[in-house]
Each structure stands twice: as C-alpha cells, then as structure tokens.
C-alpha cells in the first residue's frame, strides 16, 4: 500500500473499530488524509479508466460525512458509512482491481 492508501485505511479503521472517534477528532483526522490525497486518489483513479465525475463524487460524499458530525444517537451509523467511504477511497488509490462499475455501485 502507498502512503496515502495507508493512512485512509487507518482512519477508516479507527472510525470503524471505535465509531466514538468521529466526535473525537477521528472525523478531522481523517478529513485531512482525504484532502492530502486526494489529487493522488484522481490520478490513480485516471489510470484505471474510472472517470473524473465518479471519483469526485466519492470525495465529494466522504468530505460531506466527515464534515458533518452527527449527534450521540447517530455516531454509529455515521461512522459506519465514513468508513466505508474512506476504505472505499484507499481501494480506488491502491488497487489494481479498483474499477469504475464497482465504484459506482458502491456509491
């Protein structure tokens, strides 16, 4: 995995494994590695035919769910979708399987 595959694949992971962490930076945190990556996540997304407006969208959504914090009773069900989002973005920059038709499924 590259760098930026690595740290969106841990910030997924820590969302996912302890969904409280999207109150306690774990959503700044991983918003960060989304905007720092996210020039890399188009051209590797470029490389493997998926197009430009796919991959926007995908930013698009993850940045939306990470920036809007949800209240107590909705941390786990936002959490869960931010990390699905986030190791959805490490797949289309890392993966040599990565394609546009499961990406638009998935979205």
């Known amino acids: 995995m590259t760098g930026h595959a690595v740290q969106l694949f841990e910030?997924?992971?820590r969302l996912d494994?302890?969904?409280?962490e999207m109150l306690n930076g774990g959503a700044t945190d991983a918003l960060e590695v989304l905007e720092a990556s996210a020039t890399d996540i188009a051209a590797a997304a470029q490389i493997r035919g998926i197009e430009t407006a796919d991959v926007d969208a995908l930013l698009d959504r993850t940045a939306s769910r990470l920036r809007t914090l949800p209240g107590e009773d909705g941390v786990f069900p936002a959490a869960a979708e931010a990390?699905?989002?986030?190791?959805?973005?490490a797949w289309v920059l890392d993966s040599e399987t990565a394609n546009a038709e499961d990406l638009r499924a998935l979205m």
């Open 11 to 13: 910030a997924a992971e």
């Open 17 to 20: 494994e302890s969904p409280r």
């Open 83 to 89: 990390a699905t989002l986030l190791y959805a973005t």
